[in-house]
């Protein structure tokens, strides 16, 4: 058993998976990420990123009529 669980652990830490991709399943959660090349520096750039991810992410909401109970940052 003990081989068993290092495989396990040696494939998830690679990010492997065998497991069959369910795609066709209820949405519980919609995500976006911006990764910059050049860090924010000022409060009015922030807020100007988080602004557009907020839309962003809200229009997917509004386009898949999902229903949320939770906004996470």
């Keep these: 058993m003990g081989n068993l669980v290092e495989k396990n652990l040696y494939c998830s830490v690679r990010g ?25 520096q000022t409060t009015s750039e922030l807020e100007r990123e988080f602004n557009s991810l907020f839309e962003y992410t809200y229009q997917r909401l509004i386009k ?3 229903i949320f109970s939770k906004v996470s940052l």
Aim: with cysteine; net charge negative; glycine share 4%.
């Design 64 to 66: 898949k009529q999902c």
């Design 16 to 40: 492997i998976n065998h497991d069959e991709v369910e795609y066709e399943r209820e949405i519980h959660s919609i995500g976006n990420e911006e990764t910059y090349s050049i860090s924010l």
